[in-house]
């Protein structure tokens, strides 16, 4: 006979019979596989005529027996499977509602049982059968290994844990550190610095009211015009007469601070009028798409006043304001009045003393050029080594000439000349002369729209400015020829404001190359390609797109580096090459780009600061640490169209007492 494992207890001593044990596992029944079952012994014990248990469905017996050897067994078997010797000692639907423990006998001789083809393997954690009612369940000891692994798995799961939380903390305490390094930059005690903490941020609402009746007024204007073409025409004169209301309520405002207190009474008395227009003239198809025609007028008005806006920015910026125009009319005629004409600068001695420091000034510009010269005095060290050689044109030679007689600056020493005096610079030596009286070049100038034009340049308005036909902007090239007996010069154009003693310049060592000049190039911004034609091959074959570009405006020139490496005749070749005008525009910064590359030094960005003439959202402490600043661009610090915070580094040395600025009406 064999008895039935009731208890795990006994497979767990024994190692060999735990490892067969591990081999079983019970097999779970469903609802359906319970059905399927009960038919299939149906049809198992009509075609055998078996039947041990009439009326109970197929289960799951595990069995153990010893073999010849003495090792134990274990064998899971159906109870279709058994033969008729087997009897059930707690039979299913006995007296014993909760039956426990079975328990099958079989005769000795029927050694030799059928073990079953749907052997399955036990499970190692818990058997479990339910089978018409009865429960068979074997509990099982947690496995202590399994219980090491799970710890060890809890261990990690906190350490890890524990670790990105301190990443974290860390994390968070570099992005707070920064971000308060960043905050002791930040000046804003300084005007018209950017600052978080104004006012107009405080509310994020702050402009509610503001947006409100702007919005109220593009709905009434779309009602109304819906109104007029619905003969609607008294809703249409109510709506026209609340649309100038709160035109006039808005009026300049930028703000609610800004509003007219009446302005929340009329939007009230607006939002009325717009809701009795909705009730009677709404239509999402028909609003729609009067709102998409109102956009699109405004959008083609907006260009067009771009347009216009570009036009008259260029030609503010060319045109000479009243008190400018005046200034050098009234120091022409005083020049004359008083005979100045022969009369000789102060210190002539010293303008061709290589010792001391030249300044390069090419301007027409009497009141700009005055501001150079004294904004570089002011700051120099020792005044009585700094010489200055202004070069202008014949219509400004008086002028110019008259108001440095008048106000020499202290112990400097000045030299004025006049640009037709120099009888050298003739179309037959100098390239760009030769192309600006071409026929080609005032075709440009004087024809734009005509057909021939040069399409280069015909768009674009600031290629138009007359400086381009003025050899003061080409002089620059020709320095050696303008001061054959000195080594260094400094360069410095009208436009700039120096804040600095400038004499360490002289000093720098440009390690061979000819031009000393600090790059304007930030990431692709400023490169060789914004300024040269590369889809012409004689431009891509000998220059790098990406090549850094250089501003002219403060630059220091070494002539004698500049001779030996014939600078000027580099130029001309270039200048020839270009008189069609395909390999740049117009302008002396391509041509300089090109003339001295590979033979400029770089200087720190500190000694020249750009931008001042175009770009409001400059940092204004570099500004303030610059040596130089540059007005490059269309808002001149003469003008009206001046960047109002940028005006004061100007305007603080001119001299608004002077007798000449007072007769011009040239004031603060």
Same mark, same amino acid.
């Given at each position: 006979?064999?008895?039935?494992?009731?208890?795990?207890?006994?497979?767990?001593?024994?190692?060999?019979?735990?490892?067969?044990?591990?081999?079983?596992?019970?097999?779970?029944?469903?609802?359906?596989?319970?059905?399927?079952?009960?038919?299939?012994?149906?049809?198992?014990?009509?075609?055998?005529?078996?039947?041990?248990?009439?009326?109970?469905?197929?289960?799951?017996?595990?069995?153990?027996?010893?073999?010849?050897?003495?090792?134990?067994?274990?064998?899971?078997?159906?109870?279709?499977?058994?033969?008729?010797?087997?009897?059930?000692?707690?039979?299913?639907?006995?007296?014993?509602?909760?039956?426990?423990?079975?328990?099958?006998?079989?005769?000795?001789?029927?050694?030799?049982?059928?073990?079953?083809?749907?052997?399955?393997?036990?499970?190692?954690?818990?058997?479990?059968?339910?089978?018409?009612?009865?429960?068979?369940?074997?509990?099982?000891?947690?496995?202590?290994?399994?219980?090491?692994?799970?710890?060890?798995?809890?261990?990690? %799961?906190?350490?890890?844990?524990?670790?990105?939380?301190?990443?974290?903390?860390?994390?968070?305490?570099?992005?707070?550190?920064?971000?308060?390094?960043?905050?002791?930059?930040?000046?804003?005690?300084?005007?018209?610095?950017?600052?978080?903490?104004?006012?107009?941020?405080?509310?994020?609402?702050?402009?509610?009211?503001?947006?409100?009746?702007?919005?109220?007024?593009?709905?009434?204007?779309?009602?109304?015009?819906?109104?007029?073409?619905?003969?609607?025409?008294?809703?249409?004169?109510?709506?026209? %007469?609340?649309?100038?209301?709160?035109?006039?309520?808005?009026?300049?405002?930028?703000?609610?601070?800004?509003?007219?207190?009446?302005?929340?009474?009329?939007?009230?008395?607006?939002?009325?009028?717009?809701?009795?227009?909705?009730?009677?003239?709404?239509?999402?198809?028909?609003?729609?798409?009067?709102?998409?025609?109102?956009?699109?007028?405004?959008?083609?008005?907006?260009?067009?006043?771009?347009?216009?806006?570009?036009?008259?920015?260029?030609?503010?910026?060319?045109?000479?304001?009243?008190?400018?125009?005046?200034?050098?009319?009234?120091?022409?005629?005083?020049?004359?009045?008083?005979?100045?004409?022969?009369?000789?600068?102060?210190?002539?001695?010293?303008?061709?003393?290589?010792?001391?420091?030249?300044?390069?000034?090419?301007?027409?510009?009497?009141?700009?050029?005055?501001?150079?010269?004294?904004?570089?005095?002011?700051?120099?060290?020792?005044?009585?080594?700094?010489?200055?050689?202004?070069?202008?044109?014949?219509?400004?030679?008086?002028?110019? %000439?008259?108001?440095?007689?008048?106000?020499?600056?202290?112990?400097?020493?000045?030299?004025?000349?006049?640009?037709?005096?120099?009888?050298?610079?003739?179309?037959?030596?100098?390239?760009?002369?030769?192309?600006?009286?071409?026929?080609?070049?005032?075709?440009?100038?004087?024809?734009?729209?005509?057909?021939?034009?040069?399409?280069?340049?015909?768009?674009?308005?600031?290629?138009?400015?007359?400086?381009?036909?003025?050899?003061?902007?080409?002089?620059?090239?020709?320095?050696?020829?303008?001061?054959?007996?000195?080594?260094?010069?400094?360069?410095?154009?009208?436009?700039?404001?120096?804040?600095?003693?400038?004499?360490?310049?002289?000093?720098?060592?440009?390690?061979?190359?000819?031009?000393?000049?600090?790059?304007?190039?930030?990431?692709?911004?400023?490169?060789?390609?914004?300024?040269?034609?590369?889809?012409?091959?004689?431009?891509?074959?000998?220059?790098?797109?990406?090549?850094?570009?250089?501003?002219?405006?403060?630059?220091?020139?070494?002539?004698?580096?500049?001779?030996?490496?014939?600078?000027?005749?580099?130029?001309?070749?270039?200048?020839?090459?270009?008189?069609?005008?395909?390999?740049?525009?117009?302008?002396?910064?391509?041509?300089?780009?090109?003339?001295?590359?590979?033979?400029?030094?770089?200087?720190?960005?500190?000694?020249?600061?750009?931008?001042?003439?175009?770009?409001?959202?400059?940092?204004?402490?570099?500004?303030?640490?610059?040596?130089?600043?540059?007005?490059?661009?269309?808002?001149?610090?003469?003008?009206?169209?001046?960047?109002?915070?940028?005006?004061?580094?100007?305007?603080?040395?001119?001299?608004?007492?002077?007798?000449?600025?007072?007769?011009?009406?040239?004031?603060?």
């Amino acid at each position: 006979m064999f008895l039935m494992v009731l208890v795990r207890a006994v497979i767990l001593d024994n190692p060999a019979i735990q490892k067969e044990h591990n081999l079983y596992r019970l097999l779970y029944d469903c609802e359906k596989c319970r059905d399927r079952k009960g038919l299939d012994h149906y049809k198992y014990t009509l075609a055998n005529g078996v039947d041990n248990q009439p009326g109970e469905e197929d289960f799951d017996i595990i069995t153990a027996h010893s073999d010849a050897s003495g090792a134990v067994r274990i064998n899971a078997v159906k109870s279709t499977d058994l033969s008729a010797s087997w009897i059930w000692e707690y039979p299913m639907g006995g007296n014993d509602d909760h039956p426990k423990i079975f328990q099958a006998v079989e005769d000795s001789s029927q050694h030799g049982m059928r073990a079953s083809k749907d052997r399955t393997e036990l499970s190692s954690d818990e058997h479990q059968s339910i089978e018409g009612g009865m429960q068979y369940q074997q509990l099982i000891p947690p496995n202590p290994v399994k219980l090491k692994r799970r710890r060890l798995r809890e261990e990690r %799961k906190e350490l890890r844990t524990a670790e990105l939380l301190r990443l974290d903390k860390e994390a968070e305490n570099q992005i707070e550190a920064a971000a308060i390094e960043r905050s002791k930059e930040l000046n804003t005690t300084a005007r018209g610095k950017y600052s978080i903490w104004r006012r107009e941020y405080d509310n994020p609402n702050s402009d509610s009211t503001l947006k409100l009746m702007r919005d109220q007024i593009i709905m009434a204007k779309a009602y109304g015009s819906i109104a007029r073409s619905k003969n609607k025409l008294d809703l249409y004169d109510s709506l026209m %007469k609340h649309i100038k209301e709160s035109q006039r309520s808005i009026g300049e405002a930028m703000s609610d601070a800004d509003l007219r207190p009446s302005a929340l009474d009329r939007a009230k008395a607006m939002g009325h009028v717009l809701s009795l227009a909705k009730d009677q003239l709404y239509d999402c198809v028909v609003v729609a798409r009067k709102l998409r025609a109102m956009l699109q007028s405004n959008e083609e008005s907006i260009n067009a006043l771009k347009k216009k806006s570009a036009f008259l920015i260029q030609l503010a910026a060319k045109t000479v304001p009243k008190p400018l125009h005046c200034l050098p009319l009234q120091l022409t005629t005083e020049y004359f009045l008083q005979d100045r004409g022969g009369e000789e600068v102060h210190n002539a001695d010293r303008l061709e003393d290589p010792s001391l420091y030249h300044y390069a000034i090419f301007s027409d510009n009497v009141l700009a050029t005055s501001v150079v010269v004294n904004s570089t005095m002011l700051h120099a060290k020792e005044p009585q080594k700094h010489v200055f050689h202004i070069v202008t044109d014949r219509l400004n030679f008086a002028a110019m %000439k008259m108001w440095f007689l008048v106000n020499p600056p202290l112990g400097a020493a000045i030299q004025v000349e006049n640009i037709d005096n120099f009888k050298w610079l003739n179309s037959s030596y100098c390239s760009v002369l030769r192309q600006l009286e071409s026929a080609r070049i005032r075709e440009f100038y004087f024809k734009a729209d005509h057909p021939t034009s040069l399409n280069a340049g015909a768009d674009s308005l600031k290629y138009r400015n007359p400086k381009y036909l003025s050899m003061l902007n080409h002089l620059r090239f020709y320095l050696p020829e303008v001061y054959p007996k000195l080594n260094k010069i400094l360069f410095l154009d009208d436009d700039i404001v120096v804040q600095k003693d400038l004499t360490p310049l002289w000093t720098i060592d440009l390690q061979g190359m000819v031009n000393g000049a600090v790059e304007t190039c930030k990431e692709s911004f400023h490169r060789f390609d914004k300024y040269l034609n590369f889809s012409n091959p004689k431009i891509s074959q000998n220059f790098d797109p990406n090549a850094c570009g250089w501003a002219f405006g403060m630059n220091i020139f070494d002539l004698k580096e500049w001779k030996k490496r014939d600078i000027t005749g580099i130029y001309h070749h270039w200048q020839d090459l270009n008189e069609d005008r395909t390999l740049w525009k117009l302008g002396s910064l391509p041509p300089g780009l090109i003339t001295f590359y590979n033979l400029t030094y770089p200087l720190d960005r500190r000694w020249h600061v750009l931008g001042l003439g175009y770009d409001p959202a400059l940092n204004q402490t570099e500004i303030e640490n610059g040596a130089v600043i540059h007005y490059n661009g269309n808002y001149k610090p003469w003008l009206d169209l001046a960047i109002a915070k940028y005006k004061i580094y100007w305007s603080r040395y001119v001299m608004f007492d002077n007798p000449y600025l007072r007769m011009c009406n040239i004031n603060e």
